[in-house]
């Protein structure tokens, strides 16, 4: 059983919005860090948001600042990325990462487990 699945990805044009989600099968994420990440072939992997579950504290890479949301549901153990205002820059697979073990919530190699990704695509 695959401990973290994102859906939600897709096709856009410059302007729209999609809102990613990040189920946890085997795992009950509540008063612990989450995050989503993005990464573009050929370049290292992006900390776009990260949230602690328990109060819902927030944060946002500056890409991300004023146009993304990241939320969590604890009844559904689901995390949220809300896009708007999606830009051609924004295409890449998205990855949400659990498990954090210190450092830098925006930093790759704080974070222990991922899921498999979904890509976003937006068209100029």
């Known amino acids: 059983q695959v401990p973290l699945v994102e859906s939600g990805g897709g096709s856009v044009q410059a302007g729209g919005s999609l809102r990613l989600s990040c189920a946890a099968s085997t795992v009950t994420y509540v008063n612990t860090y989450m995050a989503w990440f993005r990464q573009v072939p050929g370049r290292e992997r992006e900390g776009v948001a990260a949230i602690y579950t328990g109060a819902g504290d927030a944060f946002y890479a500056d890409s991300a600042k004023g146009r993304f949301t990241i939320a969590h549901d604890n009844t559904k153990n689901r995390m949220y990325l809300q896009m708007n205002s999606l830009k051609p820059e924004d295409t890449a697979m998205y990855y949400c990462?659990?498990?954090?073990?210190?450092?830098?919530?925006?930093?790759?190699?704080?974070?222990?487990?991922w899921g498999q990704g979904t890509h976003v695509t937006v068209s100029s």
């Open positions: 990462a659990a498990d954090f073990r210190g450092g830098s919530l925006l930093a790759p190699d704080a974070w222990n487990s």
